[in-house]
T-cell receptor, first 115, second 112 residues
Framework: KQEVTQIPAALSVPEGENLVLNCSFT??????LQWFRQDPGKGLTSLLL?????REQTSGRLNASLDKSSGRSTLYIAASQPGDSATYLC??????????????FGRGTQLTVWP | EAGVAQSPRYKIIEKRQSVAFWCNPI?????LYWYQQILGQGPKLLIQ????????DSQLPKDRFSAERLKGVDSTLKIQPAKLEDSAVYLC??????????FGQGTRLTVV
């Protein structure tokens, strides 16, 4: 069974700091890994998707890395802003035939960036 | 491109009542998922459809939950009868089978 763990559970920082959010997973036979953002009362917005053959993906101030063999991913947020305040969720899909695409989620990191 | 549509956004019911949620996926996405997200936790898969067939419902409490995807497009998720512990956000997502999942806004269910 795939277990996904995210550290820290919560993070509060002043505006402008560079941040690292951590995600680990127990089954390294993943197909891909996604980072999502969730605002209070809202659905999930996909931020970055990393295929199992890739090492990292970048979008604007966000950079996600993947070390499949060690079961780890990090989400790096540069120059954080108050608008980045949200819960960040890590999810992996396993390379499992017909159930390909099913996502296993961590509990998330609740980020607060204060002015 | 229109996103995944869900309704209603919010629902409050008494325990033992029934409730239904509706999802319209992104056009062309063959795979549809229903996830349950309890407060403070990550989403957990309830059921996965490929077109109109079920590929994974191992975590669906089948004594009270049911779901269908007629004609391989829209889907409904039903709970009957509801329990207090069913209070959660129900998220619908769709994707091509081997690609990025897109989520709807979710339905927040409160059972009192």
């Amino acid at each position: 069974k795939q277990e996904v763990t995210q550290i820290p559970a919560a993070l509060s920082v002043p505006e402008g700091e560079n941040l690292v959010l951590n995600c680990s997973f127990t089954d390294s036979a993943i197909y891909n890994l996604q980072w999502f953002r969730q605002d209070p009362g809202k659905g999930l917005t996909s931020l970055l998707l990393i295929q199992s053959s890739q090492r990292e993906q970048t979008s604007g101030r966000l950079n996600a890395s993947l070390d499949k063999s060690s079961g780890r991913s990090t989400l790096y947020i540069a120059a954080s802003q108050p608008g980045d305040s949200a819960t960040y969720l890590c999810a992996v899909s396993l390379d499992r035939g017909s159930t390909l695409g099913r996502l296993y989620f961590g509990r998330g990191t609740q980020l607060t960036v204060w002015p | 491109e229109a996103g995944v549509a869900q309704s209603p956004r919010y629902k409050i019911i008494e325990k033992r009542q029934s409730v239904a949620f509706w999802c319209n996926p992104i056009s062309g996405h063959a795979t549809l998922y229903w996830y349950q997200q309890i407060l403070g936790q990550g989403p957990k898969l309830l059921i996965q459809f490929q077109n109109n067939g079920v590929v994974d419902d191992s975590q669906l409490p089948k004594d009270r939950f049911s779901a269908e995807r007629l004609k391989g497009v829209d889907s409904t998720l039903k709970i009957q009868p509801a329990k207090l512990e069913d209070s959660a956000v129900y998220l619908c997502a769709s994707s091509f089978p081997d690609n990025e999942a897109f989520f709807g806004q979710g339905t927040r269910l409160t059972v009192v």
